[in-house]
């Protein structure tokens, strides 16, 4: 009876337990059905390493391995970073299949673009949604070379190609119109080359909705006579136009102004930039020029003073009066309906310049973003009739072929494997695809120095996606090689150098758990030793912000730098170091990561003036030592220079081997 009763009592208690425990998996599921949709959300942003996916292939040799060891994002460990850091080192690097991170080629900068469903488009500026556009341009890109795609195009590209390029190419009009008014120029324009087209504008013709001016009533007819001239780069994106790297437009009539005009503008993907207009007045001393040349010459206006009668008083003056003191000519607008010109666009240093008849007209600065040896074809359209096209001067070795040139694939410029603990110093290198002779450059001067072989410095280059995919291609093998290259997956653009910065915030944190965290460009040259003595003259354990700091800048409302009050509104900048040469302390790097991973973080073009905010932001919650010095040299190169600007692949060597025979860190003329 006994036995009985307790075997009762027992079941009933069993019983209780597994109502406790069944309670317990209910509560669990419930918080963890809560979580997902948070997690999901999180699209914009850094890799959460097993939260979120990578958008590559778990397959691809490229793809990211999952980190064992994850920062916390305690506020904690944002006061502490050196305790992170030993519990990071202790988590991860102990471990025996650490350095298997080495394989770790993208960045883990990531984009979702269904983010944009999830939130109010307003609340994203117009620089977001290009930041959507290039990593969805970018990871398509990246997906077709892995799979191969890109690579047999290229190579059947290549295998149509003759490597040496004709010095000029030359069309009769009846050729130049059969061939779609567009003359191919094989490997693009280099310094010096220049296009010359003969034609005749043709009498102006009647329109009811011109595009380059306002009409007041719908049946109102419009006298218009224009045509254009463009210097065209290859397909980028498929369905697109391809790029206007120039694009020359003059309107003898129709204009909205009532008035003969040039317009010359930039466009990529589609999207037009600040067009510069040329009305006749000459350009004002005060303004840039272009290698010395004005951007607008003048013209005879309807509205000039120098009227015919005025020509005559000056004739009478100078017979009475004798020699004046200028002598000037005014030259009517270049161009007439049915009246044969000449005009030949030039490459020079700073820009483009176009005369015509012999005479200077016009010169355009070159855009950021668009390189001469992209400018592959020459189209000509609208109210003109072509005789001939001629172009010569231009470079003998196509692009294409530049890698083979410049990097020497030996096992001595190779990247050492990462270390097997925190590092003291953390060098993110911005680079463009195509700027294979600056990165090799780099490895074989500044990225020799003892700091770096010894594994206590680790430098890599961030490289995004280039437009055209046989430099991808080429940028793949090295990678594969020297294994100093992170590749972040966007389609490369100016305004987006930013999300370069961010990542290597990423890497130094994530990555090497990196004291500090210095990001610099491919022609920067760095002096590892005084930039490290430079950044112990801080404190340990305080946040530190080391460069060539400005205070009280005033962003440029005008001009090739111009930023308007959308992207900008305030009226000073945050003080801010100089692009080419800048450390941040640990903690500053992992904040920059968390507010990125949360959506908090302002993105502006200006990737240095974006990290003096986010310092600034930083600092209103724990004190930032700003530490200054003109030897982070912005505008060039300086004696006992910290960092050295604008080099040259030639100066850098120069640079290195200076300091290597002489021990002193002079400068080189040499470009």
């Known amino acids: 009876m006994k036995r009985a009763k307790f075997d009762s009592v027992m079941s009933v208690s069993r019983l209780r337990s597994i109502q406790v425990l069944m309670g317990l998996l209910f509560v669990y599921f419930f918080l963890v059905t809560l979580e997902i949709p948070l997690i999901s959300k999180l699209g914009f942003g850094l890799e959460s390493y097993e939260l979120i996916s990578t958008p590559f292939d778990n397959n691809s040799k490229f793809s990211r391995l999952n980190s064992v060891g994850e920062l916390s994002g305690s506020s904690q460990d944002s006061v502490f970073p050196s305790r992170v850091m030993s519990r990071r080192a202790k988590m991860e690097f102990s471990l025996p299949h650490r350095k298997m991170v080495e394989f770790k080629r993208i960045s883990g900068l990531v984009f979702d673009e269904k983010v944009f469903d999830s939130f109010d488009k307003e609340e994203f500026s117009e620089l977001h949604k290009v930041v959507r556009d290039a990593f969805v341009a970018g990871k398509k890109l990246f997906q077709d070379i892995e799979s191969g795609k890109v690579q047999g195009e290229v190579v059947s590209g290549t295998q149509n190609q003759t490597e040496s390029c004709p010095d000029s190419v030359s069309l009769w009009g009846s050729e130049f119109v059969a061939g779609g008014k567009i003359m191919v120029i094989p490997c693009g324009m280099t310094l010096g080359s220049h296009i010359t087209v003969v034609g005749t504008p043709r009498w102006a013709h009647e329109e009811k909705d011109p595009k380059i001016t306002l009409v007041k009533d719908d049946d109102e007819i419009v006298m218009v006579s224009q045509f254009m001239m463009e210097l065209q780069g290859l397909k980028t994106v498929d369905g697109e136009d391809p790029p206007r790297i120039l694009h020359f437009n003059p309107r003898l009539k129709g204009d909205w102004s009532g008035r003969p005009v040039i317009e010359q503008n930039t466009c990529y993907r589609m999207q037009w930039g600040s067009a510069m207009r040329c009305d006749g007045w000459k350009s004002k001393p005060s303004e840039d020029t272009v290698d010395g040349q004005v951007k607008c010459e003048k013209w005879i206006r309807d509205d000039d003073d120098h009227s015919e009668e005025s020509k005559a008083t000056w004739w009478l003056k100078r017979l009475i009066g004798g020699r004046t003191k200028k002598v000037s000519i005014d ?230 730098w111009a930023v308007t009050y959308e992207e900008w509104p305030e009226e000073d900048y945050p003080p801010y170091a100089n692009g080419p040469g800048y450390i941040i302390s640990f903690d500053i790097a992992e904040y920059v990561v968390s507010e990125f991973e949360k959506h908090k973080l302002r993105l502006f073009k200006m990737e240095d003036v974006s990290m003096g905010m986010w310092v600034e932001q930083f600092n209103s919650s724990r004190p930032v030592e700003y530490v200054h010095s003109l030897k982070f040299c912005q505008f060039g190169c300086i004696d006992d220079y910290y960092t050295a600007h604008y080099q040259s692949p030639r100066q850098m060597i120069c640079l290195w081997r200076k300091l290597l025979n002489q021990g002193k860190p002079q400068c080189c003329n040499v470009r």
């Open 331 to 560: 030259w009517p607008y270049p161009f007439v309906e049915k009246k044969l010109f000449v005009l030949t666009v030039s490459a020079g240093l700073e820009g483009y310049h176009i005369n015509v008849d012999g005479r200077h007209i016009t010169s355009f600065p070159y855009r950021t973003g668009f390189t001469l040896e992209d400018a592959t074809g020459l189209f000509v359209n609208g109210d003109i009739d072509v005789h001939s096209v001629f172009a010569a001067s231009l470079p003998s070795t196509h692009p294409s072929f530049a890698p083979q040139r410049h990097l020497e694939m030996l096992p001595k410029w190779q990247a050492p494997p990462l270390p097997d603990e925190p590092v003291e110093l953390f060098i993110g290198i911005l680079s463009a695809g195509n700027h294979f002779s600056e990165r090799m450059a780099v490895r074989k001067s500044w990225m020799q120095h003892p700091s770096l072989k010894s594994s206590n410095v680790v430098a890599r280059f961030f490289v995004a996606m280039h437009g055209r995919k046989e430099i991808n291609v080429e940028l793949m093998k090295e990678a594969e090689f020297f294994g100093d290259i992170v590749i972040v997956p966007y389609m490369d653009n100016y305004d987006l150098v930013v999300l370069k910065t961010v990542a290597i915030c990423e890497y130094g944190v994530r990555t090497v758990a990196a004291k500090y965290v210095m990001k610099c460009d491919d022609d920067t040259f760095v002096r590892i030793d005084a930039v490290m003595k430079e950044v112990k003259k801080v404190p340990r354990g305080r946040s530190l912000y080391v460069g060539n700091i400005n205070y009280y800048h005033k962003p440029l409302r005008h001009g090739k």
